[in-house]
């Protein structure tokens, strides 16, 4: 993985480059598209501090990037700078950050990890449908109980089996046992096609799934299935911290990858970001969308070209090893925390490669635990675990104060 880290006067003059590019509402005469600028009243075009914000010089210019720019060059022709930048950035995301081959995967810029957790189902029913000829009670989502609401969300939207499988507790991982039995009682049910969508990180235990296991399985049945990765959270940490993943392209049983850049890349929501292998997207090509060149492929429709440049602009600035720097200083404060909790006997789960620890919850105060924010796994009954996930603001010093008081606790 390497790309190279770019100077902020780089960064201005390429995203200056793309808008130019664009077809520019205040001097062309662009009389067709239902779309402007935005509002002058409320957002100021020439204000000076617009010189060096590149972003919000994107977001006020308004483009458009409905659709999916990675296949052909077919989108709205009117933004094309700033959709070569989108096409830029899902190349980066799948071939440097997820090792797919040049030029073999598709993806944009989505709402968020939901979108793209929506977006893989989608494309996966409707593939089973066509090519198998299946039936949408035919189709069963296998997915672990620590999996992201999101999953479940998409089987309810798209009417297919949920198919969910308990984890062990202390490992956070898939029950072998359990997945033969919950597959098993899917197939007397005729489900006969799947959807295996695996975490790499989950939101509550930073658990990443394994996906041999599962896989082996499902091969070892000749089950015929499709596997996503909800790298939501993990994904712009996890490729960083483990060389050794298996969690990308490079794996031939991968065949798509969400991830979201407004949770660790600290980008705005609404930067979600979808990858699959080529030859998929068509599957939910809309042929109704006939007045959008090129067709739509995503769920959301209309989506700012602000949103993509905003992930460009913040990879490019670090370069990866300035990311892999960052998201290793991360590991380290982490690391510490966890150094503190072991040296007080209290237990928790944490995956070495990312900034998320999970702590039982009878073992440290929840009044404390509510002082400091930290997440339980439910909040309809009594919790089991708190979370704490070191994000860039949670700095030594609010984890010190944490920790003593905990630790004060401990002595009385
Ligand atoms: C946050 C998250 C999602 C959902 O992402 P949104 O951006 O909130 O839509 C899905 N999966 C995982 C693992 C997440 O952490």
């Known amino acids: 993985m390497y790309w190279k880290s770019q100077t902020k006067e780089t960064i201005l003059k390429m995203v200056e480059a793309a808008l130019a590019a664009n077809g520019n509402y205040a001097t062309n005469p662009i009389l067709g598209i239902p779309g402007t600028y935005l509002d002058e009243d409320e957002f100021y075009r020439d204000a000076p501090f617009l010189e060096k914000a590149p972003f919000l010089k994107t977001l006020i210019a308004n483009p458009n990037h409905i659709g999916c720019h990675t296949m052909g060059n077919k989108g709205l022709d009117i933004f094309k700078g700033t959709q070569n930048i989108e096409r830029e950035l899902i190349e980066l995301c799948a071939e440097e950050i997820f090792q797919g081959a040049k030029g073999q995967q598709d993806g944009y810029v989505a709402t968020g990890g939901t979108e793209a957790n929506l977006e893989a189902m989608w494309i996966y029913r409707n593939y089973f449908r066509k090519e198998y000829g299946a039936n949408t009670n035919q189709i069963g989502v296998i997915y672990s109980s620590d999996t992201h609401y999101s999953i479940a969300k998409g089987c309810d939207l798209l009417q297919v089996q949920s198919i969910l499988i308990p984890v062990d507790s202390e490992t956070r991982q898939i029950i072998p046992e359990k997945l033969e039995e919950q597959v098993e009682a899917a197939r007397k049910k005729g489900v006969k096609y799947f959807i295996v969508v695996l975490n790499v990180s989950t939101t509550l235990f930073g658990s990443v799934d394994d996906i041999d296991p599962v896989v082996d399985f499902l091969d070892e049945n000749n089950l015929v299935f499709k596997l996503h990765l909800d790298a939501a959270f993990g994904g712009f940490i996890y490729p960083f911290t483990n060389s050794n993943s298996k969690h990308n392209f490079a794996n031939p049983r991968v065949s798509s990858i969400s991830i979201d850049g407004h949770k660790m890349l600290q980008t705005p929501y609404g930067t979600g970001i979808f990858l699959i292998r080529k030859g998929f997207m068509q599957y939910v090509a809309t042929d109704e969308a006939q007045y959008v060149p090129g067709l739509d492929f995503t769920i959301c429709g209309s989506r700012s070209g602000a949103n993509a440049i905003v992930i460009w602009m913040l ?51 929840a009044k404390v635990a509510m002082k400091y924010e930290l997440v339980a796994d439910t909040y309809e009954a009594r919790p089991s675990w708190w979370k704490i996930v070191v994000m860039s603001h949670v700095k030594y010093e609010f984890l010190n104060q944490f920790l003593d008081e905990i630790e004060a606790q401990l002595v009385q």
């Not at 600035?317 to 200083?329: C, F, L, Q, T």
């Not at 966890?338 to 237990?347: K, N, P, Y």
């Open 315 to 365: 990879l490019m600035n670090y370069g990866s090893e300035g990311w892999k720097a960052k998201m290793n200083e991360l590991m380290e404060r982490t690391n510490y925390l966890c150094d503190r909790l072991d040296s007080m006997g209290i237990h928790y789960y944490r995956n070495p490669y990312l900034n998320i620890v999970t702590i039982k919850a009878g073992e440290i105060s």
